[in-house]
């Protein structure tokens, strides 16, 4: 049985079907788990569909079976990651949620920057684990080096910031670290975009001495990442929702163990450790919350 989603144009079927059955969701929903984590229910069916049907067009498919099967196929893991790239939601904006940036300059930059005058540690390390276009990691190095304003014995040279994502794409434009007026816009203060922005005719580019704190590197998180090394900090914001409760579990557990003793965890404003892991302890600052691992 088969159950089409919407109608679509006689031109664009013309060249192929851009309804998609329940039976061919039900493949690709699966195929995505299996290569990225992401859990998609019976009500993504729609989204799939619009998100894929470019993706059809482009390869000559003519249905979205043959688009799975080419996909299995492919031995070069081209048109997976392509279809995982179109599934991904990369929506993200500066200083998000604002709570976490307050507690890294009001409580666990102090913290560290005590270490390192104290000759205990050399660095501070924190890994973004997905960046998309470079907001959050760049919002981070900016956090810092608004509080090396009023912290000088700290350099920027304290500090490495990993920001990994799945999407090459995304992970390009976070290298490049130039922005329109509407991305810039999103949750940018003036005072921080006349600070650490150049201003050019169309867009904004992130200055020099920010683009150099980060460090963009492409990851798949359903991978091993034990060889990225140890972190003081890790931001895993808002992508656990996107996944299914067995992978949220295996993924707060290698976080875990990739943290330092003591290290911390970001999660998203809607998400929670309760329910999946017994690895950590929640902390409180102003509003917000953050994680210690055990």
Same mark, same amino acid.
């Given at each position: 049985?088969? @159950?089409?989603?919407?109608?679509?144009?006689?031109?664009?079927?013309?060249?192929?079907?851009?309804?998609?059955?329940?039976?061919?969701?039900?493949?690709?929903?699966?195929?995505?788990?299996? #290569?990225?984590?992401?859990? %998609?229910?019976?009500?993504?069916?729609?989204?799939?569909?619009?998100?894929?049907?470019? %993706?059809?067009?482009?390869?000559? /498919?003519?249905? /979205?079976?043959?688009?799975? *099967?080419?996909?299995?196929?492919?031995?070069?893991? @081209? %048109?997976? !990651?392509?279809? +995982?790239?179109?599934?991904?939601?990369?929506?993200?904006?500066? /200083?998000? !949620?604002? $709570?976490?940036?307050?507690?890294?300059?009001?409580?666990?930059?102090?913290?560290?920057?005590?270490? +390192?005058?104290?000759?205990?540690?050399?660095?501070?390390?924190?890994?973004?684990?997905?960046? *998309?276009?470079? &907001?959050?990691?760049? *919002?981070?190095?900016?956090? =810092?080096?608004?509080?090396?304003?009023?912290?000088?014995?700290?350099?920027?040279? #304290?500090?490495?910031?990993?920001?990994?994502?799945?999407?090459?794409?995304?992970?390009?434009?976070?290298?490049?670290?130039? =922005?329109?007026?509407?991305?810039?816009?999103?949750?940018?203060?003036?005072?921080?975009?006349?600070?650490?922005?150049?201003?050019?005719?169309?867009?904004?580019?992130?200055?020099?001495?920010?683009?150099?704190?980060?460090?963009? &590197?492409?990851?798949?998180? &359903?991978? *091993?990442?034990?060889?990225?090394?140890? $972190?003081?900090?890790?931001?895993?914001?808002?992508?656990?929702? =996107?996944?299914?409760?067995?992978?949220? &579990?295996?993924?707060?557990?290698?976080?875990?163990?990739?943290?330092?003793?003591?290290?911390?965890?970001?999660?998203?404003?809607?998400?929670? +450790?309760?329910?999946?892991?017994?690895?950590?302890?929640?902390?409180? #600052?102003?509003?917000?919350?953050?994680?210690?691992?055990?």
């Amino acid at each position: 049985m088969q @159950t089409w989603l919407k109608e679509k144009s006689t031109s664009t079927q013309a060249c192929c079907n851009t309804m998609i059955s329940l039976e061919e969701f039900h493949l690709i929903r699966d195929y995505i788990q299996k #290569h990225c984590g992401i859990h %998609l229910t019976e009500d993504k069916v729609y989204l799939v569909e619009t998100r894929l049907t470019t %993706l059809m067009i482009e390869h000559g /498919f003519k249905t /979205f079976g043959e688009l799975y *099967s080419k996909a299995v196929s492919d031995n070069t893991n @081209t %048109l997976r !990651d392509k279809v +995982i790239e179109a599934i991904t939601t990369n929506e993200t904006f500066w /200083f998000r !949620d604002l $709570h976490p940036f307050g507690i890294l300059n009001e409580v666990l930059f102090n913290k560290f920057a005590e270490e +390192i005058v104290s000759g205990n540690r050399t660095k501070i390390k924190i890994w973004c684990c997905a960046c *998309s276009t470079g &907001q959050e990691p760049y *919002s981070i190095a900016m956090t =810092y080096l608004d509080y090396l304003r009023k912290n000088p014995s700290l350099s920027p040279d #304290h500090i490495e910031i990993l920001a990994t994502d799945i999407s090459s794409t995304v992970l390009f434009l976070g290298k490049l670290g130039r =922005y329109d007026s509407l991305a810039i816009s999103r949750g940018l203060s003036d005072e921080f975009k006349d600070r650490y922005f150049d201003k050019g005719e169309k867009v904004w580019s992130i200055k020099d001495n920010v683009k150099r704190m980060v460090k963009f &590197q492409k990851l798949n998180l &359903q991978e *091993s990442f034990s060889h990225l090394g140890r $972190h003081d900090i890790i931001f895993c914001r808002n992508i656990l929702i =996107y996944f299914s409760t067995e992978f949220k &579990q295996d993924i707060l557990q290698r976080i875990a163990a990739l943290l330092q003793p003591n290290g911390y965890l970001f999660l998203g404003a809607s998400e929670s +450790i309760i329910m999946y892991t017994d690895q950590y302890d929640m902390m409180r #600052h102003a509003m917000g919350l953050y994680y210690q691992v055990k």
